[in-house]
């Protein structure tokens, strides 16, 4: 079966640090996106990409960077890690004209 | 202004009754409205769309959107323990979507 699958689903950093979360889709997807969650802030955009060698900013994308290489991936990265984000981060993948998104089950991440 | 808001809750509802769950949004130019839902610890999951105004149903699921008011609703009839969950809207532009913060809901047995 298909699927989209985040790495690792929990992880530690010390701010500074530079850290990649994984997202990887089987689906055959074009459109990928990040989103962060927070308490009081709900789902909100950081990057996404329209295909392979596209990628977008969303609303808060400071701090944060991807790269699109191939269809199946768009891994996130925070160049220096920051207190500030410390979030819950979501994967997500769709089909052209098709807002039905498949999301992640989520990488927990706690910057200290 | 958020584009999409929602109250945070917790609506907390005896099983079987009707959960009656809102959205305001902002901007007049989107036409595809979405509900998902969202169990704790995992990621959310689509539940509904609807397009323009109306209704839509969906076994116990209904979702409303009334784009004079800006407003859009999901009712859930015979409400279940299993419901428990936070309900996110969403409304769409190009293939992107702009969530609202998230409603939690507490089905009680």
């Known amino acids: 079966d298909a699927e989209i699958t985040q790495s690792p689903r929990h992880k530690i950093t010390e701010t500074g640090r530079q850290v990649t979360l994984a997202c990887h889709q089987t689906w055959n997807h074009n459109n990928m996106f990040w989103y962060r969650q927070d308490l009081g802030h709900g789902l909100r955009l950081i990057h996404y990409?329209?295909?392979?060698?596209?990628?977008n900013k969303g609303e808060v994308s400071d701090g944060y960077s991807v790269s699109r290489s191939n269809t199946e991936d768009l891994p996130l990265t925070l160049e220096s890690a920051a207190s500030s984000q410390t979030s819950v981060y979501f994967c997500a993948s769709s089909a052209d004209n098709n807002y039905g998104y498949t999301f992640g089950s989520g990488t927990r991440l706690t910057v200290v | 202004q958020k584009e999409v808001e929602q109250d945070p809750g917790p609506l907390s509802v005896p099983e079987g009754a009707i959960v009656s769950l809102n959205c305001t949004y902002s901007?007049?130019?989107?036409?595809?409205f979405m509900w998902y839902r969202q169990y704790s610890r995992k990621g959310p999951e689509l539940l509904m769309y609807?397009?323009?105004?109306g209704n839509k149903e969906d076994g116990r699921f209904t979702a409303q959107v009334d784009k004079s008011s800006k407003y859009i609703s999901l009712f859930i009839r015979d409400s279940q323990p299993s419901d428990s969950a936070t309900y996110l809207c969403a409304k769409a532009a190009g293939n992107k979507l702009t969530f609202g913060g998230g409603t939690r809901v507490l089905v009680k047995p």
């Open positions: 901007n007049s130019a989107f036409q595809y």
């Open positions: 609807t397009y323009s105004s």
């Open positions: 990409s329209y295909g392979v060698q596209d990628t």
